[in-house]
């Protein structure tokens, strides 16, 4: 490498944390918020990368923490909704998309779908993620 960490993208330094991770051959890998404050195109670098290298056999766990529901739907099957550092509901995330129980969780779905989250990407959720949880919406 011929770049100090300095002078990489935002993109570049989270696929480094990744490997990094990975490296160590972990059993569980804590993602929290890995795609923050990047462009449309990394986000989905990160996610495509987070995906393929997490919840298949022989692959570590994947715990993805974001505030971010469209996010969580292309990795995870199921979710955990915090408010304040409380659970507040949990369950499928295709579920809790479909019929948010709390104000909270109707909230960042709301965010979501002004976003403009493809309905299809909650649909095709099972099928993108066989281990993936999320913890969505600390704040």
Not at 70 to 82: P, Y
């Amino acid at each position: 490498m011929t770049r100090s960490p300095a002078e990489l993208s935002g993109g570049q330094r989270q696929r480094v944390c990744v490997a990094l991770a990975l490296a160590c051959k972990p059993s569980l890998i804590v993602a929290d918020e890995p795609t923050t404050a990047l462009d449309a195109l990394t986000q989905a670098e990160v996610l495509t990368l987070l995906h393929e290298t997490t919840g298949g056999a022989g692959k570590p766990a994947l715990l993805f923490i974001s505030h971010d529901m469209g996010a969580a739907s292309r990795l995870c099957q199921r979710a955990v909704i915090l408010e304040q550092g409380r659970m507040i509901e949990s369950g499928p995330l295709a579920d809790l998309v479909a019929s948010p129980q709390q104000r909270f969780t109707r909230e960042l779905v709301a965010a979501m779908r002004s976003a403009e989250i493809a309905p299809e990407m909650l649909a095709a959720t099972d099928a993108y993620s066989t281990s993936g949880a999320a913890a969505v919406g600390a704040r």
